[in-house]
C-alpha cells in the first residue's frame, strides 16, 4: 500500500507562484510514475503533468495547458513529488491532486493522494 500526502496549496494572485509537494509513504518499489491531476468544479479531471523512473532515466510529461508555466521533479529516492507553479492563472483554480502507479497510462494510477486546492484570484 502507497500514502500520498499533497501538500503546498494556497491560493495567489494571477501571475503568482505555488509550489506543491507529495510525500510518498509505504510500500514504493513497484512505482514508477508519479504525476499530478486537477479537477475545477464541473470540469473533467485533467493530467497535468507526470515523471516516470525506469531503466535508470526520468521521461516527464507537461499538459499543453500548463506547458511553459508548470515543471515537475523528484527527489533521488523517489519519494517526494513536486509541482512548481509559476506564472498562475485564474484557470488554474482546481483541487489538485498526487497519483501514483506502475505506469503512467490514466488507467494506471492506482494510489492517490486527498488533494490540496489551488485558487488563483485575477
Known amino acids: 500500500q502507497v500514502q500520498l500526502v499533497e501538500s503546498g496549496g494556497g491560493s495567489a494572485e494571477a501571475g503568482g507562484s505555488l509550489r506543491l509537494s507529495c510525500a510518498a509513504s509505504?510500500?514504493?518499489?513497484?512505482?514508477?510514475?508519479m504525476g499530478w491531476f486537477r479537477q475545477a468544479p464541473g470540469k473533467e479531471r485533467e493530467k497535468v503533468a507526470s515523471?516516470?523512473?525506469?531503466?535508470?532515466?526520468?521521461?516527464?510529461a507537461v499538459a499543453d495547458s500548463v506547458k511553459g508555466r508548470f515543471t515537475t521533479s523528484q527527489d533521488n529516492f523517489k519519494n517526494t513529488l513536486y509541482l512548481q507553479m509559476t506564472s498562475l492563472r485564474p484557470e488554474d483554480t482546481a483541487m489538485y491532486y498526487c497519483?501514483?502507479?506502475?505506469?503512467?497510462?490514466?488507467?494506471?494510477?492506482?494510489?492517490w493522494g486527498q488533494g490540496t486546492q489551488v485558487t488563483v484570484s485575477s
Open positions: 497519483a501514483a502507479g506502475a505506469n503512467c497510462y490514466p488507467t494506471s494510477f492506482k494510489y
Open positions: 509505504g510500500y514504493i518499489g513497484n512505482i514508477y510514475c
Open positions: 515523471i516516470y523512473t525506469g531503466g535508470g532515466r526520468s521521461y516527464i
